[in-house]
Nanobody
């Protein structure tokens, strides 16, 4: 497993942007598919995006497609989530996660999780 630490969350007005980072420990980061999920109060954890080990394949939830971009830098053991045109409904704790194998959209398919970073979008 890898240890994951998210950063970059905060308070932003609707229409604004944030860039989340997730730093991973371990020398095998480039072997992992990485995902981002979010969880709003009282709701289940939901898929946002995932990226293949090479960065060559990405996949997004319909709700963020065209607004969010996932990317990774294997030399820095870091995965990013660029969030543009933020909406109040994007308010949630954002988690990064890692798994071996192809990307999946269910939280249970991931083996390692970060502690989360809060994103709050005001209207």
């Amino acid at each position: 497993q890898v240890q994951l630490v998210e950063s970059g969350g905060g308070l932003v007005q609707a229409g604004g942007s944030l860039r989340l980072s997730c730093a991973a420990s371990g020398r095998t980061f480039s072997s992992y598919t990485m995902g981002w999920f979010h969880q709003a109060p009282g709701k289940e954890r939901e898929f946002v995006a995932h990226i293949s080990w090479s960065g060559g394949r990405t996949y997004y939830a319909d709700s963020v497609k065209g607004r969010f971009t996932i990317s990774r830098d294997n030399a820095k053991n870091t995965v990013y989530l660029q969030m543009n045109s933020l909406k109040p409904e994007d308010t949630a704790v954002y988690y990064c996660a890692a798994r071996l194998g192809r990307g999946v959209e269910t939280p249970g398919g991931y083996d390692s999780w970060g502690q989360g970073t809060q994103v709050t979008v005001s209207s």
